[in-house]
């Protein structure tokens, strides 16, 4: 399957041979010289594809074909599919039609729906999506504008989206077609999964605007109020919902922002190193910042459209190497209970 892991590869290799995956793993971790506690099969790929008759190579070309579009300093800190620095996102459950039944997981580009099936495939979920056709919209918005914008599912962005959609559903009645989805999914809105599951195109549509250059950079620019800021995030969330703000949103939204405007101006601080005070560049200080303050929208700022602070000496950003080694988590910020 395209963007299989290994050993989601090297499970469905042992039932097709009447083996456990027990068996084919005690096997590969011996013919592989890894540690027999807790190996890591995705480094034996060489081996899995020995086993399992596939070409030299497969698994590190798939790698590089559904690698994730990464911010590193080879192309000045803006997303591409680097080579080098590139990654694939977490792995994740396949659809089981694709999968002809079998249980695997994949690290493919896109999201949580199959588009050849209309399923929904995460967390081992196997639920029909057909009947709503915004599914496949929000997908496909998905595997393209997000993807190439380095958005994945675990990334931050789309948990960010969840958590706002989540405050306002709190305090708010549900418009129909949630209720509806609800029902035919036989799920109920009680959580950020929960809001996942029956508001992923809205998520997904939230999201998209997010992380949009100007909308994000005006969001957290020091140029405008605090204020300001606050009500264009609940206008976005508002308008994508059909609904109106309540105070449980206005109470989150205001503190993502001000947790962001914060980050920003970290950012315009920092430093080359330890051992000079000559500023870094913004870009590279903008991903230090997202990464040190835990704010998944500094990723997507535009350095031409906010207001840059006089600099004022503060703590080094990391090496070039750290900051491309860490992965994107997501944001610290909770809806208010």
């Known amino acids: 399957m395209a963007g299989e892991t290994v050993t989601g590869f090297l499970g469905r290799l042992a039932h097709a041979n009447a083996l456990t995956p027990r068996d084919v793993r005690l096997h590969l971790t011996d013919i592989a010289g890894l540690s027999p506690y807790h190996p890591d099969l995705e480094q034996a790929g060489q081996w899995a594809e020995r086993l399992g008759g596939l070409p030299p190579g497969h698994f590190e070309r798939d790698a590089r074909r559904n690698g994730m579009y990464v911010r590193c300093p080879h192309y000045q800190w803006q997303p ?95 418009p129909e077609r949630i209720h509806r989805r609800a029902a035919t999914l036989d799920t109920e809105v009680r959580d950020q999964g929960g809001v996942f599951l029956v508001a992923y195109p809205e998520v997904v549509n939230l999201t998209t605007v997010l992380t949009d250059l100007s909308f994000a950079s005006y969001l957290l620019s020091p140029r405008f109020s605090l204020a300001e800021q606050v009500w264009a995030l609940e206008a976005a969330v508002v308008t994508i919902m059909r609904g109106s703000t309540t105070q449980r949103l206005h ?38 910042s997202s990464q040190r303050h835990r704010s998944c929208l500094l990723r997507h700022l535009s350095t031409v459209r906010i207001q840059v602070l006089p600099f004022q000496p503060g703590v080094a950003v990391p090496r070039n190497r750290v900051l491309v080694a860490r992965r994107p988590l997501p944001d610290l910020v909770e809806p208010t209970p």
């Open 80 to 174: 591409t599919a680097c080579r080098h620095c590139g990654y694939t996102q977490q792995p994740r459950s396949a659809c089981r039609r694709c999968a002809r039944g079998a249980e695997t997981t994949v690290r493919s580009r896109g999201g949580a729906v199959c588009n050849h099936h209309r399923r929904w495939h995460v967390d081992g979920a196997d639920l029909d999506v057909a009947a709503f056709p915004e599914y496949a919209h929000a997908e496909r918005c998905f595997s393209g504008t997000l993807w190439k914008r380095g958005i994945g599912l675990s990334t931050g962005e789309l948990q960010l989206a969840a958590s706002l959609i989540c405050a306002w559903a709190a305090d708010s009645d549900l």
């Open 251 to 288: 109470e989150l939204a205001e503190r993502i922002v001000s947790r962001g405007k914060a980050a920003v101006e970290a950012a315009f601080g920092m430093r080359q190193n330890a051992h000079n005070k000559r500023p870094a560049t913004l870009e590279k200080s903008l991903i230090a």
